[in-house]
């Protein structure tokens, strides 16, 4: 990797890592407080429309925002172009969410979702304003401004949301919440992004991005469909309260592992996007990618797992013990998400989202025949349905990875092999110590504690090169 790229890549990771987790650390914080006050209910009837607000939002971007990216030769027109495509879409699709609200509440009988989708459905119409905007500053590594914007708007509407959960507004404290960041996310990217459309929609610009991000749409919105249709089916065959403790597994799972791997994602593309045509550059920085966000991630997923107990009871209380068993089990099948999303990514940047679609369809058929042999067995059948569905996804999404840059399932296991072998070690290690303990805090104390001193020793004395790699960049900055 040149001098140049290198650095630019440090940067950009640093500064995606600061938007990350302090905007994530804030809201995990927000979302502990609100969870101790709320009840699980209340979040599985926000769960409930997850699935509708998703989909309209997989349409707001439409794969635009990866195209632009992607594009060497990109110009104002191409941007302005993208920028009222997203409105039209936007609107068009708050318009069919405020109109379906009703049938959406009498589908799962639950008459409070009627007015709620109609609120939550604004979102889209703030997200589709801004998205040129975070395109623009991501082509240019710029992270640290949208580390500015999502923390404001986050730590406003976090502040507004706790207030609502104390005054006893109950589902709405975390509807308003969400309407109110999107709103402040999309006035702030117009403050500080310093971009304005011009008067110019192209079709030719149109039909040229189109190709590209009309087969990431189509996997998006696969891909969020099956995401989400757990929600809908567990939301139809068990209780809200039952979703809710889904749901907050499913969010704690996620914290760490969706968080890494979005940094890495948002960081790799643009950056192996400059060297697409640099086959052997291209297969070094790949594996250099992949061993550092398995090396950075896994321990974490595992370590969660064996800390899930103490982790619930002690920051949610006992009314969140029945997520306890679902988050031990979704942690395993979260781990793997970067090394799916580093394959996917290089998919992207040899333009073939032809088979980025393709592969998604085969995964997603696999995926729905395993989720609909374990609904009947019960909802922690579910998540270990899961696990399996993230091996199969593993294998196939490798395949392809393998045919482009000759870096295949097996050369990617040997990779991060040692990696796996170390966090199964401190597994055991964390599960053992902290049975000796009664408390929840000095449980979950002791076992971050044993858990980083073995997992580090291991890569110190094996001299990782991960651990040489993330040591270097603390040194340089």
């Known amino acids: ?47 409930m429309l997850a699935i509708f607000i998703a989909i ?33 879409v936007g609107l068009f699709f708050y318009f069919i969410l405020f109109f379906t609200s009703p049938f959406i509440a009498g589908f799962y009988s639950t008459p409070v979702l009627e007015p709620l989708t109609k609120v939550l459905g604004l979102s889209l ?51 308003v919440q969400t309407v109110l960041q999107a709103a402040l996310r999309m006035i702030l990217f117009w403050g500080l992004a310093k971009w304005k459309p011009t008067r110019k929609f192209s079709k030719v610009s149109f039909k040229e991005m189109f190709g590209f991000g009309s087969k990431i749409l189509a996997s998006g ?10 929600t809908i089916i567990i939301g139809k065959c068990f209780s809200s309260t039952v979703l809710g403790y889904y749901s907050r597994a499913d969010q ?47 321990p974490l997923m595992i370590g969660l797992s064996a800390l899930a107990a103490p982790f619930i009871e002690l920051l949610l209380t006992d009314k969140w013990a029945g997520a306890i068993p679902l988050l031990q089990v979704i942690c395993v099948a979260y781990m793997w998400y970067p090394i799916h999303a580093i394959n996917l990514n290089l998919l992207q ?34 998540c270990y349905g899961s696990i399996a569905i993230s091996v ?3 294998v196939i999404n490798t395949y392809y990875t393998g045919k482009l840059i000759k870096i295949g399932f ?29 408390h929840c805090l000095v449980k979950l104390i002791v076992g971050i504690v044993i858990g980083a001193m073995s997992y580090l020793s291991v890569a110190y004395f094996f001299r990782s090169s991960e651990l040489d790699e993330i040591l270097s960049i603390i040194k340089r900055k």
């Open 1 to 47: 990797m040149s001098s140049s790229l290198k650095n630019r890549t440090i940067h950009g990771i640093i500064w995606s890592s600061i938007e990350k987790f302090s905007v994530q650390g804030i809201q995990f914080v927000l979302q502990i407080l609100m969870a101790r006050i709320l009840l699980p209910e209340d979040y599985g009837t926000i769960a």
């Open 349 to 382: 940047v040899k333009g073939r989202s032809d088979l980025f679609l393709k592969l998604d369809i085969i995964k997603k058929i696999s995926s729905t025949v395993i989720l609909f042999i374990t609904v009947p067995i019960g909802v922690l059948a579910v």
């Open 125 to 175: 119409l703030f997200n589709s304003l801004c998205v040129v905007q975070q395109a623009r500053l991501t082509i240019n590594l710029n992270f640290k401004t949208q580390a500015v914007i999502s923390l404001l708007s986050v730590l406003t509407s976090g502040t507004l949301g706790l207030w609502m959960a104390y005054s006893s507004y109950g589902v709405w404290a975390l509807a």
């Open 392 to 394: 199969i996804a593993l």
């Open 56 to 88: 309209s939002q997989s349409f707001v971007d439409s794969g635009f925002s990866n195209a632009l990216i992607r594009k060497v030769d990109r110009t104002e027109t191409d941007y302005s172009t993208v920028f009222y495509f997203n409105i039209v």
């Open 252 to 298: 704690f799972a996620q914290f760490p592992s969706s968080n890494l791997t979005g940094i890495m994602q948002r960081v790799t593309f643009p950056v192996l996007s400059a060297i697409q045509n640099e086959d052997e550059r291209l297969r070094i920085n790949y594996r250099k990618f992949l061993r550092l966000s398995a090396f950075i991630i896994f």
């Open 410 to 438: 097996l050369t990617q296991m040997r990779d991060i092999l040692p990696i796996i072998a170390s966090c199964i070690m401190m597994f055991f290690l964390i599960t053992i110590t902290i049975s000796f303990f009664e």
């Open 221 to 230: 919105l696969l891909d969020t469909i099956y995401k989400n249709i757990y």
